[in-house]
């Protein structure tokens, strides 16, 4: 609900809605950093992921209504030289 700046706005029904939160583990597979051919790479799939939802918000949902879709963290791997196995997700979405 856009307003003037310094003025609050109303309107009737729903303003304010609940939210959820989930947690995403994306399993690859892994291998040396000189050998990215031979790993499927969850960052990759963490990446298109994160894309995707994005892009339910700002394509899909109806302009009039509100939506929320939020990558609050990502996380992979502490080593170098390595494609990992595991990148772990939080979404939040209202």
Known sequence: MVGIAGYVGHRSG???SGGDSLQIKLFG???HGSQ??????????A?????????????EIDPDKSAVATVGSLQA???WRRNLSLC???????
């Open 14 to 16: 729903a303003i304010l």
């Open 29 to 31: 597979r892994g291998s």
């Open 36 to 45: 990215p051919q031979n790993s499927i790479d969850p960052v990759i799939m």
């Open 47 to 59: 990446a298109a992921t994160t894309m995707r939802l994005q892009t339910i918000v700002s394509r």
């Open 77 to 79: 791997g502490t080593k």
């Open 88 to 94: 772990r997700s939080l979404f939040f979405i209202a």
